[in-house]
């Protein structure tokens, strides 16, 4: 792969952020990115490894026909295994990925997903960046290269590198992976392993979140309860207190 020139580059970037205020400019961007790499199907997705299952928000590709194939042929994928052991901002790509999961390039390619679906729709590499991981839901953007053009090598991941970050702020002002919900989830279930009583509340002292221990307490009512939905505890001047505290939080 030739180094982009830098205005080439720019555009893609560019197009890019255009798509976190308009999410249907996706395709778009992914198809402008995919050429830097000669690429055939790029997509972002989000993953979840352990039910495998994967969400396609937006995708590009020059074989609509293959986009369906793929999407059948996911749960026989051979990759499910280590998609979480990637973290936010790594590269992956096939040489990368057989040494993985311990299997050799031949092996890899006698497998189903390769036999049924790569082979035959004249893929040859992936380079995969990570954009997302909390544990549970990998978010990353996924580009397919097909045999008419070298393997991944070091050119590709570097000009990778350079637009993963790009992607994943455009990602995060749009939202296109819902990633505010991702995060709170991530947290919550950290929360919830804590054995402190920790309520999350909204500028109206209204509870969004209560772990375990917190969940405990407002069962039994004796320190700390709800009215019209409302944080309160026992003694009114300490709900005042709380309540003061709140506001305080939001100047």
């Given amino acids: 792969m030739k180094s982009p020139d830098p205005a080439v580059l720019s555009n893609v970037i ?6 976190a205020i308009n999410s249907e400019l996706w395709p778009s961007a992914l198809e402008a990115a995919s050429a830097l790499f000669g690429g055939v ?57 057989w040494r993985r999961t311990g299997i050799t390039e031949s092996e890899m390619l006698q497998g189903e997903f390769f036999k049924s679906f790569a082979t035959p729709y004249g893929l040859r590499d ?24 070298d393997l991944i090598g070091p050119q590709d991941l570097a000009v990778m590198e350079m637009l993963l970050p790009h992607f994943r702020r455009a990602l995060t002002i749009g939202n296109l992976l819902d990633m505010k919900s991702i995060a709170l989830t991530g ?26 221990v917190a969940k405990q307490l407002l069962d039994e009512k004796s320190i ?9 505890t026992h003694l009114e001047g300490a709900t005042s207190a709380l309540h003061s505290a709140i506001e305080r939080a939001q100047e």
């Fill in 224 to 232: 700390i309860s709800t009215s019209d939905e409302t944080i309160v």
């Fill in 126 to 149: 992936v380079l995969v960046g990570t954009v997302i991981n909390d544990g549970t839901n990998i978010g990353s953007i996924c580009l397919h290269t097909p045999t008419t053009r």
């Fill in 187 to 212: 947290m919550t279930s950290t929360l919830d392993v804590m054995n402190i009583a920790v309520f999350l509340v909204n500028e109206n002292a209204q509870i969004v979140h209560s772990n375990r």
């Fill in 41 to 97: 199907f790029t997509f972002i997705a989000l993953w979840a490894p352990t039910r495998r299952e994967i969400r396609i928000p937006a995708h590009w590709s020059n074989n609509e026909e293959m986009v369906v194939r793929y999407k059948a042929m996911l749960p026989k994928m051979p990759f499910w295994d280590i998609i979480s052991q990637y973290r936010i901002g790594e590269l992956a790509y096939n040489r990368e990925i």
């Fill in 14 to 19: 560019g197009q890019i952020y255009d798509s």
